[in-house]
């Protein structure tokens, strides 16, 4: 089981830009992939973007398109999340969690991570 560690939140400006970080260890699938998900208070958990464990295939939520990229490095063990041009809607607590390819749903995905948050003012 794969064990993960979100870490790059803070107070940003809207407009501004942040990096998170998911630090992996443990054993990871290439039948999986490794999703970013936020969850604003009040609201469910809703996903933001994934990236296969190998290969390159990644999908993202309409909300973030041209805004976020999520990116994977082997030799680190670790998955990034660009995010530029936030907006004050972006601010929620982000989570990293591993699930099935394709799968858009939080009800999929494990080893959820403890969340780091991001707060975006205007």
């Known amino acids: 089981q794969v064990q993960l560690v979100e870490s790059g939140g803070g107070l940003v400006q809207a407009g501004g830009s942040l990096r998170l970080s998911c630090a992996a260890s443990?054993?990871?699938?290439?039948?999986?992939?490794l999703g970013w998900f936020r969850q604003a208070p009040g609201k469910e958990r809703e996903f933001v973007a994934a990236i296969r464990w190998t290969g390159y295939s990644t999908y993202d939520a309409d909300s973030v398109k041209g805004r976020f990229t999520i990116s994977r490095d082997n030799a680190k063990n670790t998955v990034y999340l660009q995010m530029n041009n936030l907006k004050p809607e972006d601010t929620a607590v982000y989570y990293c969690?591993?699930?099935?390819?394709?799968?858009?749903?939080?009800?999929?995905?494990?080893?959820w991570g403890q969340g780091t948050q991001v707060t975006v003012s205007s």
């Open positions: 969690a591993e699930g099935p390819y394709g799968s858009r749903w939080a009800a999929d995905f494990g080893s």
């Open positions: 443990g054993r990871t699938s290439s039948r999986y992939v």
